[in-house]
Structures are given as structure tokens and as C-alpha cells.
T-cell receptor, first 113, second 114 residues
Framework: EAGVAQSPRYKIIEKRQSVAFWCNPISGHATLYWYQQILGQGPKLLIQ????????DSQLPKDRFSAERLKGVDSTLKIQPAKLEDSAVYLC???????????FGSGTRLTVV | GENVEQHPSTLSVQEGDSAVIKCTYS??????FPWYKQELGKRPQLIID?????GEKKDQRIAVTLNKTAKHFSLHITETQPEDSAVYFCAAADRGSTLGRLYFGRGTQLTVWP
């Protein structure tokens, strides 16, 4: 089966600019997660979708971050405006109720300068 | 929410020795405990996982043990090799609920010296 696809792989932007990341989960996986991994730390959940509905966005900085999964398949995560502390790898993962596994994409490495 | 603590943060071993990484969790509802290996610049890769109805699981040189009463689980790597060098993350999740999000530890940088 195809893995979780993410793009772009790398992005460098100046602070206060906007950026968007895209994720296409494994086909049939109803649950999609966006994680932020700051260098030297474990991934932390930003938002979780079940189909096209938000299950958990309690850790999402909603004043600058937004995410959507309009058709219950692929998803977009946006940051507007970006801050220096947003520099991190943004990982998308998907999962299904058919198994316990979570599959991660390759991530998008964001550098804010 | 869940809180996962992981120790040690760094671990250096000689090739052929064993390595043990320990994690504790706080939420008794957690029932799924995966371990991920992450090489520099790459995605986390699942290496082994255990569910709460099992106390131990082994896959070749890798084993995981779970103590539900004490709320801790450990990763054991035997006969370590230089290619085992990476950052290892433990995680916990409640797969019985609609949430099922993973809570990660802070990671252990394992270095295996030839």
C-alpha cells in the first residue's frame, strides 16, 4: 500500500509570512493527525481528524494555525503569520480502526528566519 | 491528558552489548504502547508495539515489556549493532476511544560504538 504523502519536504520562510503543508493519508484511513516535532523533542499532536471532523485541536495555536480536511481524505495545515518558534518538522500520520498502527509521512521541515 | 516520561535521554553502548530504555505513563486508560526509531532527518518508524493485554513481546533482537500495575514499559535491544544508532521514542495511546492520539516521550539518543 502507498504510504502517507506529504509536501513540501522543506520550506524556508521569513517570520510573519504564511505557509501551507499538505498531507494525503493512506487510502481508507479515517483518522489523520498533524504532529509538530521540534528539534530534540518527541512529536506533539496539533490536531486530529476523524473523517472530515475535528476530534482534538486543543494543542493547536488557533491564533495562527489552521487545518482542514474538507472531503475526509487529504488535509492542509496552514500557519499565518509564522514565528521563529514554529521552526520544526511537521509530521502527518494516519490510522484506521482496522489495526492499531499509525503510519507517519516523511514530514515537512519548516525553517522560519 | 497522558504524560509519558522516557529515560535515559542519551545512551551509549559497545557493539554487542544490550540497551534498555524505560518509559512511564500516567493514564491508566492507555492500552497501546509503540516504540519508534527515528534516524536523522527521517520519519519515525515503528519497530515494535505492545497492547495492554500482553506483558511481553519479542521480535528478533528487540523486546518490549509492559507492567500495567506500575504503568511502565521498556524497550530491550540485545546484541546491538552500529546501525541501531538512532533516536528512540516511546509512546502511549488509548486506542479504545475515538481519540487514539499518541503521546510521545522526549526520546533517547542511542549510540552504538563499534
Amino acid at each position: 500500500e502507498a504510504g502517507v504523502a506529504q509536501s513540501p519536504r522543506y520550506k524556508i520562510i521569513e517570520k510573519r509570512q504564511s505557509v501551507a503543508f499538505w498531507c494525503n493519508p493512506i487510502s481508507g484511513h479515517a483518522t489523520l493527525y498533524w504532529y509538530q516535532q521540534i528539534l530534540g523533542q518527541g512529536p506533539k499532536l496539533l490536531i486530529q481528524f476523524q473523517n472530515n471532523g475535528v476530534v482534538d485541536d486543543s494543542q493547536l495555536p488557533k491564533d495562527r494555525f489552521s487545518a482542514e480536511r474538507l472531503k475526509g481524505v487529504d488535509s492542509t495545515l496552514k500557519i499565518q503569520p509564522a514565528k521563529l518558534e514554529d521552526s520544526a518538522v511537521y509530521l502527518c500520520a494516519s490510522s484506521s480502526t482496522a489495526n492499531y498502527g499509525y503510519t507517519f509521512g516523511s514530514g515537512t521541515r519548516l525553517t522560519v528566519v | 491528558g497522558e504524560n509519558v516520561e522516557q529515560h535515559p535521554s542519551t545512551l551509549s553502548v559497545q557493539e554487542g552489548d544490550s540497551a534498555v530504555i524505560k518509559c512511564t505513563y500516567s493514564d491508566s486508560a492507555s492500552n497501546y504502547f509503540p516504540w519508534y526509531k527515528q534516524e536523522l532527518g527521517k520519519r519515525p518508524q515503528l519497530i515494535i508495539d505492545i497492547r495492554s493485554n500482553v506483558g511481553e513481546k519479542k521480535d528478533q533482537r528487540i523486546a518490549v515489556t509492559l507492567n500495567k500495575t506500575a504503568k511502565h514499559f521498556s524497550l530491550h535491544i540485545t546484541e546491538t549493532q552500529p546501525e541501531d544508532s538512532a533516536v528512540y521514542f516511546c509512546a502511549a495511546a488509548d486506542r479504545g476511544s475515538t481519540l487514539g492520539r499518541l503521546y510521545f516521550g522526549r526520546g533517547t539518543q542511542l549510540t552504538v560504538w563499534p
